[in-house]
């Protein structure tokens, strides 16, 4: 696939740039003429991979959160969420619905909704160093319907 159109953006990992962040994102994808739908799809994929940063890569400190958009042919909005904080031991058991390794009132659901909104979630990551969350939606959009 050939991209057609890029974003890039980078935020302190704080609670009032996952908003900013939500926006951004979706804002850039809007080109693609996308229903309020898939825009909110987007929006709450998005929201939940930066508070995954925000909440569980950095922890106690502060971070920066790297974040792409990529429009690719056929209509496909490609967002790559990063961040070089703590990592993901065991990727699989954090992709498990109500996992989550700070315990208490946090309900791990954060994967599960990424995976139920956009198409494709892909999460890449190495203890120590920072995790990369890939996600792509296919836009079909306002004048696709038949």
């Known amino acids: 696939m050939k991209v057609t159109n890029s974003m ?4 302190d990992s704080r609670s009032v740039n996952e908003g900013f962040a939500r926006v951004t994102v979706s804002t850039f994808a809007s080109q693609l003429d996308p229903t309020v739908e ?14 995954n940063c925000i909440v569980h ?3 106690e400190k502060s971070g920066k959160i790297y974040i792409s958009t990529d429009i ?3 209509s496909i909005v490609r967002i790559k969420i990063r961040d070089r904080g703590c990592g993901i031991d065991d990727i699989q058991q954090a992709m498990e ?6 315990g208490g009132e946090r309900a791990g659901l954060g994967f599960a909704v990424m995976e139920s909104f956009m198409d494709k979630i ?7 160093k920072g995790t990369t969350v890939t996600l792509q ?8 319907h038949d």
């Open 122 to 128: 892909k999460v890449r990551s190495t203890p120590g």
């Open 97 to 102: 619905p109500l996992y989550s390794s700070l």
């Open 137 to 144: 939606k296919k836009i079909n959009g306002k004048y696709n």
């Open 57 to 59: 890569a950095y922890r």
């Open 38 to 51: 898939e825009l909110s799809d987007i929006k709450t994929a998005v929201s939940e991979a930066v508070t």
């Open 72 to 74: 690719l042919d056929d």
């Open 8 to 11: 890039r953006t980078i935020v």
